[in-house]
């Protein structure tokens, strides 16, 4: 168990250094045409540059010395100045949110355990004075210090460095600890195509990129309940749904729901729309549908309840969430059959589901 928990935290300090782009030059796509000095990019384009990862792509590392150390990354979404990026390790999945505020790199939120996706980068949780990651000028010798006194240093630009994924001209970073120092190579367009972690009793841990697998979604295995009117129980499906980066959870989730499973019925009819679908942070999920939710739902007291059971266990297990508050049009739900008072839950229920 120790050893697990100083892997772990191992691993928790390199994702927090990992998750900006490089301002090297990149080896495999050299320029046709020799620098024009008179014509280098200003500073805040460069830095720009720094968070150009690409989208609809899946990052591949390969590591060594932990057994976190290898892990993927995918872009979630890229909002105006942010980039939400998620890595996962085959342990956990930690999203973070990067944006440029006067000439730095700012990691603006951290936040692990999130298996559901959904755009952070206009949440209220961001913190603008959060940790620097990056900072102008992007010069060798540039320099700051962290809140928790670590000190962060531009050590390298134009540096050669050979990755599986391909030979990149990289700017480095290191952070030195107490106890550690942290060492970041970035590539142009590309992002982290190496980090090493370096601790003062010798250990060593790697993380190196090792592919770039492009036009590949984000693929999420999710729970969907579905009600079956033969045997009146509710039955549960994996299906692999697809994110592209900038695709919009709520769409994917409308568009899944109106989909004839076999044996199964729809969960809301082909005109229905989900309006907003969202985690709130009293922990519990809030989606607003049209009204014409339940005119196009059709169905008696008994179906009409078994429907709104297997939305409401969908989305909570995709949340981890154990109320769902649900509206149309945000009104609370009214139908005839149920009436919902205006702050009242429905409440995840497995009492009456069926596995697979």
Not at 37 to 52: F, R
Not at 100 to 106: E, R, V, Y
Not at 149 to 174: C, F, H, Q, W
Not at 246 to 272: C, P, R, S, W, Y
Request: hydrophobic letters at 30%; aromatic letters at 10%; glycine letters at 10%.
């Amino acid at each position: 168990m120790k050893k697990r928990t100083l892997m772990m935290g191992v691993f928790s300090v390199l994702l927090s250094l990992i998750f900006l782009g490089g301002c090297g030059t990149n080896q495999n796509n050299p320029p046709n045409e020799p620098p024009n000095n008179s014509e280098q990019p200003a500073q805040e384009d460069m830095l720009a540059n720094c968070l150009a990862y690409q989208e609809n792509t899946k990052y591949v590392y390969e590591g060594q010395g932990n057994e976190y150390a290898s892990f993927t990354t995918y872009v979630d979404y890229f909002k105006g100045d942010k980039v939400q990026l998620r890595t996962n390790n085959g342990g956990t999945e930690t999203v973070r949110v990067l944006g440029l505020n006067a000439g730095q790199m700012i990691q603006l939120l951290a936040q692990g355990e999130t298996y559901y996706r959904e755009d952070l980068t206009q949440s209220s949780k961001l913190n603008s004075n959060g940790e620097v990651l990056l900072k102008e000028p992007l010069t060798k010798g540039t320099s700051w210090t962290l809140a928790d006194n670590r000190k962060r240093t531009i050590t390298n630009v134009d540096m050669d460095l050979s990755t599986p994924a391909g030979a990149y001209k990289v700017i480095e970073v290191t952070t030195e600890g107490k106890d550690n120092t942290i060492m970041d190579y970035y590539a142009p367009g590309v992002g982290l195509v190496k980090t090493v972690y370096k601790g003062s009793d010798g250990y060593e841990v790697t993380s190196t990129l090792s592919k770039l697998e492009k036009n590949t979604p984000l693929v999420q295995q999710v729970k969907i309940y579905y009600p079956n009117i033969d045997d009146g129980k509710i039955h549960t499906t994996n299906i692999p749904l697809s994110f592209k980066t900038n695709d919009i959870t709520k769409q994917i989730f409308e568009d899944e729901f109106k989909k004839q499973a076999a044996n199964h019925g729809k969960l809301i009819g082909e005109n229905v729309k989900i309006k907003s679908l969202y985690l709130n942070q009293d922990g519990r999920v809030y989606v607003d549908f049209t009204k014409n939710f339940v005119t196009e739902m059709n169905a008696g007291a008994g179906y009409e309840g078994m429907i709104l059971q297997s939305i409401v266990n969908t989305l909570g297990n995709y949340y981890g969430a154990s109320e769902i508050y649900l509206t149309m049009e945000g009104e609370p739900y009214a139908s005839g059959h149920i009436e919902m008072k205006k702050g009242e839950f429905f409440k995840v229920n497995m009492d009456n589901v069926v596995e697979g």
